[in-house]
């Protein structure tokens, strides 16, 4: 698997980086979080946006994310905002989306920006252009809270998301039962064999798919979220757990 270098965190090699989402309203919890989360063992922060109050106001998300980035030290922060009809808090217009996309890039805060594949259609290339002429990875997100699509649509997605330029594809997808779980496990290792391009975050929700979540390293994905206390998706395994178990499998 290749490797994204962020500030000296190696992704896409050795043991899977833990991220830690921020699943607050105001901006008074989320720098809360963000100096807790400081000081736990984990790689990065993700700033879930939509789940902020201010979210219409370009001066509120500013605002917050400048005292975000101080309150982080030195973790990694992914922003994301997760629209409605892929399982987030709100909705936004097309054009709303791209402004929030580039408004977080016009901050220099983030070191990587979460982009939806489908929200951003035929404007992903031109995206992810703009983020790395900012400086910022880009990680391209596809998700499926009802289903698990065939293995062969798992891959096809995320090869799309690497001709796009994206630097680390992502799927999140629903088991309906314990076979879903090792198509997206399997999708990931052939990512993993035969598109080593870029590594991959993948994971297969809700109680049925957490062991996904703890096997990265040995089936090929980069990074996991976990759980520091609020989960921001089904089947998030609590932060310590997942130290442990990562710690246990690694090769
Ligand atoms: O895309 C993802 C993955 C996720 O949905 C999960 O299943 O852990 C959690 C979200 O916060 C994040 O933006």
């Not at 063992?41 to 201010?54: H, I, L, S």
């Not at 990587?112 to 031109?126: M, Q, S, Y």
Request: glycine share 6%; with cysteine.
């Amino acid at each position: 698997m290749s490797c994204v270098n962020i500030r000296g965190c190696r992704i896409g090699e050795g043991r899977p980086k833990v991220i830690l989402p921020i699943v607050e309203r105001t901006e008074a919890a989320i720098l809360e979080k963000a100096v807790q989360f400081s000081t736990l063992p984990a790689d990065c922060v993700e700033w879930r946006a939509d789940w902020f109050e201010g979210f219409q106001s370009p001066a509120a998300i500013a605002r917050c994310i400048q005292k975000l980035r101080v309150a982080l030290r030195d973790k990694l922060l992914l922003v994301t905002f997760r629209t409605k009809a892929e399982g987030g808090e709100q909705a936004l217009s097309h054009p709303e989306y791209l402004a929030f996309l580039r408004l977080i890039l016009d901050t220099d805060c983030a070191d990587l920006l979460d982009i939806e594949f489908f929200t951003a259609g035929a404007d992903l290339p031109k995206l992810v252009e703009q983020a790395h002429s900012a400086g910022v990875a880009v990680v391209c997100s596809s998700h499926d809270f009802a289903k698990t699509p065939p293995r062969a649509e798992l891959v096809c997605r995320m090869v799309q998301m690497q001709q796009a330029g994206a630097d680390l594809p992502k799927l999140a997808v629903m088991p309906q039962c314990r076979t879903d779980v090792l198509e997206l496990l399997a999708a990931t290792a052939e990512m993993a064999d035969l598109h080593p391009e870029t590594p991959v975050i993948t994971m297969s929700m809700g109680a049925l798919g957490a062991v996904s979540r703890l096997a990265g390293e040995a089936f090929g994905s980069a990074m996991t979220f976990a759980n520091p206390g609020q989960a921001s998706a089904p089947g998030q395994v609590s932060l310590d757990i997942v130290n442990e178990v990562l710690d246990a499998l690694h090769l």
